[in-house]
Nanobody, 118 residues
């Protein structure tokens, strides 16, 4: 069992930056992919960014060029650097780590609120 704790969310003005962190209670080095999702009010949860096997990254089109995902296996932590934030980035952001599509190894954090004011 892996527990994930997100931090770094908050209120920021449009154009600002935030860095989200996701600290795991155990090793995540064998987990692929690791990623960040978000859910805005009245909308479905969507993938924001992920790191897949081999270290490649995938980003939602809406955040490409503005967000950067990274992982530090030594610290059991996943990060999401968010720059040039827009009001439409407002959502609860969730960290996810899993081993492929194996449901026994699919863990979520509790979420952290990001609010971008115009």
């Amino acid at each position: 069992q892996v527990q994930l704790v997100e931090s770094g969310g908050g209120l920021v003005q449009a154009g600002g930056s935030l860095r989200l962190s996701c600290a795991a209670s155990g090793s995540i080095s064998s987990f692929n992919p690791v990623g960040w999702y978000r859910q805005a009010p009245g909308k479905q949860r969507e993938l924001v960014a992920e790191i897949v096997t081999g270290g490649s990254t995938n980003y939602a089109n809406s955040v490409k060029g503005r967000f950067t995902i990274s992982r530090d296996n030594a610290k059991n932590t996943v990060y999401l650097q968010m720059n040039s934030l827009k009001p439409e980035d407002t959502a609860v952001y969730y960290c996810n780590v899993r081993k492929g599509w194996n449901p026994m190894y699919n863990y979520w954090g509790q979420g952290t609120q990001v609010t971008v004011s115009s």
